[in-house]
Nanobody, 129 residues
Framework: QVQLEESGGGSVQAGGSLRLSCAAS????????MAWFRQVSGKKREGVAA?????????WYDDSVKGRLSISRDRDENTLYLQLNSLKPEDTATYYC?????????????????????WGQGTQVTVSS
């Protein structure tokens, strides 16, 4: 059974950095597309970026965060990361890790949240001005 567990959230001041981690277990193979989403209370869950466990190129949901946020993975450790730099108050949200049993490299579009099968419990990021 696939399990995802996020960590690394916290409270920081604007301009600060955080590194979120998502420890994954239970994968039968490496052909999973993994993504970070974020959600502000009362709003829709929004995609940030996706990457394959096999190291396929990043798929961005939101080009505006490029340069500040970066996604990576450690295949050996089955861990997904999201590096958050130059944080802004509008980055405040609960960040979720998700996995879908498809290869990112084969996708012609980013997947919506309903298309991801597995989700972590989320980790809160709060950025103060």
């Amino acid at each position: 059974q696939v399990q995802l567990e996020e960590s690394g959230g916290g409270s920081v001041q604007a301009g600060g950095s955080l590194r979120l981690s998502c420890a994954a277990s239970g994968f039968a193979h490496s052909n999973y597309c993994m993504a970070w989403f974020r959600q502000v209370s009362g709003k829709k869950r929004e995609g940030v970026a996706a990457i394959g466990l096999d190291g396929s190129p990043t798929l961005w949901y939101d080009d505006s965060v490029k340069g500040r946020l970066s996604i990576s993975r450690d295949r050996d450790e089955n861990t997904l990361y999201l590096q958050l730099n130059s944080l802004k108050p509008e980055d405040t949200a609960t960040y979720y890790c998700a996995a879908a049993g498809v290869e990112c490299r084969l996708l012609l579009r980013v997947l919506g949240p309903d298309e991801y099968t597995y989700w972590g419990q989320g980790t809160q990021v709060t950025v103060s001005s």
